[in-house]
């Protein structure tokens, strides 16, 4: 299994040091081994994505192992349902690819090859130089560069993608896992924002052409140093929403404590 290409939807094949399709458009692998297929009219800006400052402060806090329960559930739940025999799987929003390794090892053990992609450079560039035995890529989510059935299992940590591409890509049968915010994540982190903090949403996703089998909740409680409370909020999409006083507070934090809540799903391909 391939690419395709992002332009004209063909396979891609893979020469040397670039990947080229029938029609004639070629993609260069960057030195540290990943491929852009992003076209620039694809971009919504000229730099897409988390900056090379996000990426490190998003690396450092999970290197500190902070979320490594999460990444041990979604992990062990893809060793769980990935069918044997498994050729293709696909993190999305894969970033700097802590989460994806640890995907890589499980399909590693049935022969399949593990693919990242996110839109921003940055990360997949440090992605790539850490992670060689992982196919990555720079794409958008909402057109994937992969042909139609061609993936066992895609496994989506808050990234967004448009469910008729997950329908596309996943085979028949196979699977999508999903994570997003519960109830009551970081709440103690929004509360230092919003005068009247609010609860996420409960789960109400569909996903057309997939059945949701199974579900679970994961929460427990962080005990970060202030430094480390500053990269939580600059992975989290309220952090524009932070006055300087915010941050300053934070830095100063001998210790913060603060509750994790996420939600797994996962759905399976019926038709």
């Known amino acids: 299994m391939t690419f395709c290409c992002p332009l004209c939807h063909a396979p891609l094949a893979h020469m040397d040091k670039s990947y080229a399709c029938p029609q004639g458009h070629r993609y260069d692998m960057a030195k540290e081994g990943y491929v852009n297929l ?3 009219q694809h971009k919504r800006s000229r730099d897409p994505g988390d900056s090379a400052e996000m990426m490190q402060a998003r690396r450092a806090f999970l290197d500190a192992g902070h979320y490594q329960p999460l990444r041990d559930a979604v992990a062990s739940k ?10 293709s799987i696909l993190d999305i929003g894969c970033g700097e690819g802590y989460y994806t390794a640890a995907f890589a090892r499980i399909a590693e053990e049935q022969g399949a090859i593990t693919f990242g992609l996110d839109v921003s450079k940055s990360a997949i ?47 028949e049968g196979c699977w999508v896992i999903t994570v997003t915010p519960g109830p009551r994540h970081l709440m103690e982190l929004k509360g230092l924002i919003y005068s009247e903090v609010m609860l ?10 997939f059945e949701l089998r199974q579900e679970l909740s994961l929460g427990y409680e962080m005990s970060l140093t202030g430094k480390e409370a500053v990269a939580l909020l600059q ?14 507070t934070l830095a100063a934090q001998e210790t913060f404590n603060c509750q994790t809540d996420f939600s797994i799903h996962c759905w399976q391909r019926v038709n």
């Open 125 to 171: 560039r440090a992605a790539a130089k850490r992670y060689s035995g992982v196919t990555f890529c720079v794409a958008s989510s909402h057109r994937l560069p992969f042909e139609q059935s061609s993936m066992d299992a895609v496994i989506r940590i808050y990234a967004p993608c448009k469910g008729e591409e997950l329908a596309r890509v996943v085979k």
């Open 78 to 87: 893809l060793a769980e349902i990935l069918p044997v025999g498994a050729s």
């Open 38 to 40: 992003l076209p620039v």
């Open 200 to 209: 996420h949403a409960a789960h109400s996703e569909q996903l057309p052409g």
């Open 235 to 248: 992975m989290t999409p309220f952090a524009w929403r932070a006055k300087p006083e915010v941050w300053e």
